[in-house]
């Protein structure tokens, strides 16, 4: 029993450290660049020109909500924290993106990449990761479908 309460409220104390930074965070937030391509009632088609993103491999049944995407999370979040080669806190950008690949069958894992954009003015003398398990990642342009 004391497990189960000692997990939901390390839980609720996560939940509120997020939810804190999403506060900070909010009040200037720079988001990458995109152009809409098309808009529907509750979505739309974005274009994103080439740019760098700091991205993490994981693999999770649950790709949003599992047990790895906390860690894929934390390692990005401790990069721009500090954990980098410059030693420096960079500020968060929006969006947070997942691209995942969905494994075989109904319960396999589903290998995903979860990635921060790079602020604009650190894209061209971008900090390098510390962890072994982060890299800068050059992205190509791209499109996404996204909620409005």
């Known amino acids: 029993m004391g497990t189960v309460k000692q997990n939901s409220t390390t839980s609720s104390m996560q939940a509120l450290v997020l939810l804190s930074l999403a506060t900070l965070v909010s ?53 721009i924290d500090g954990s980098n080669n410059i030693e420096t806190k960079i500020p968060m950008t929006a969006p947070v993106t997942m691209r995942i690949l969905p494994g075989e069958g109904p319960n396999c894992g589903r290998n995903y990449t979860m990635s921060f954009y790079i602020p604009s003015d650190m894209q061209l003398e971008t900090p390098q990761p510390t962890d072994p398990m982060l890299y800068v990642e050059e992205r190509a342009e791209f499109m996404v479908v996204a909620r409005r």
């Open 27 to 79: 009040c200037y937030l720079e988001i990458a660049p995109y152009e809409v391509m098309k808009e529907y009632d509750e979505w739309e088609v974005r274009k994103y020109p080439a740019t760098k993103w700091i991205s993490t491999e994981a693999q999770d049944p649950m790709p949003h909500d599992g047990p790895e995407h906390q860690k894929a999370f934390y390692r990005l979040f401790n990069y």
